[in-house]
């Protein structure tokens, strides 16, 4: 089992929906977790980041986190055509003294007009 | 400006050949990563260091090597061991103090290609 898991995707969506991007971990013991966007060729960004269960608003943006079922997910309102990129999840796996943030293979997320 | 800066920006290795990957960050942080993306991949953790002067191996760490020395820098090299080397190549840093100051911070990448 991977340590961090989502769909590859394409994830198609048209524009002014909602996109949801799902993750799943496998670290019960895991208290961070992070959304990051990466265009292509470009670094990865920060877009949100997730520490208690229950949702946390950005923006447009909504990070969902549930322990319980080790499960996080991203959802986008209003989807613009600038959405269009690569979505990681990454989450922190561990303990203080050893601690590594590991990445989900990416959902690849295209905003259709 | 505090950063994390990389170079070079593209890399060209030889068969055979041992390269060496820069990563200087300023913003005086404890933690730094390498990272490997293959196309249309997520990214998979090399080495990872916490302290100067101890690292420790990802999930993919055979065929590369990594030095802490000092706070600010943490190279990679890609030994001739490594049989496919191609690929783009990341460094990021964090701070350890508390978990809302985990986040990482990219460097722009090293595009490495074999010749």
């Known amino acids: 089992q991977k340590e961090v898991e989502q769909n590859s995707g394409p994830l198609s969506v048209p524009e002014g929906a909602i996109a949801s991007l799902n993750c799943t971990y496998s670290?019960?013991?895991?208290?961070?977790f992070f959304w990051y966007r990466q265009y292509s060729g470009k670094s990865p960004e920060l877009i949100m980041s997730?520490?208690?269960?229950g949702d946390k608003e950005d923006g447009r943006f909504t990070a969902q986190l549930n322990k319980a079922s080790q499960y996080v997910s991203l959802l986008i309102r209003d989807s613009q055509p600038s959405d269009s990129a690569t979505y990681l999840c990454?989450?922190?796996?561990?303990?203080?003294?050893?601690?590594?943030?590991?990445f989900g293979s990416g959902t690849r997320l295209s905003i259709r007009p | 400006d505090g950063g994390i800066t990389q170079s070079p920006k593209y890399l060209f290795r030889k068969e055979g050949q041992n390269v060496t990957l820069s990563c200087e960050q300023n913003?005086?942080?404890?933690?730094m990563y390498w990272y490997r993306q293959d196309p249309g991949q997520g990214l998979r953790l090399i080495y990872y260091?916490?302290?100067?002067?101890?690292?420790q191996k990802g999930d993919i760490a055979e065929g590369y090597s990594v030095s802490r020395e000092k706070k600010e820098s943490f190279p990679l090299t890609v030994t001739s061991a490594q049989k496919n080397p191609t690929a783009f190549y990341l460094c990021?840093?964090?701070?350890?103090?508390?978990?809302?100051?985990?986040?990482?911070?990219f460097g722009s990448g090293t595009q490495l290609s074999v010749l």
């Open positions: 990021a840093s964090s701070h350890l103090e508390a978990s809302t100051n985990e986040k990482l911070f």
């Open positions: 670290d019960r013991g895991s208290q961070s």
């Open positions: 997730i520490y208690s269960n």
């Open positions: 990454a989450v922190n796996i561990g303990d203080s003294s050893a601690s590594k943030i590991i």
């Open positions: 913003l005086n942080h404890d933690a």
């Open positions: 260091s916490q302290i100067v002067n101890d690292f």
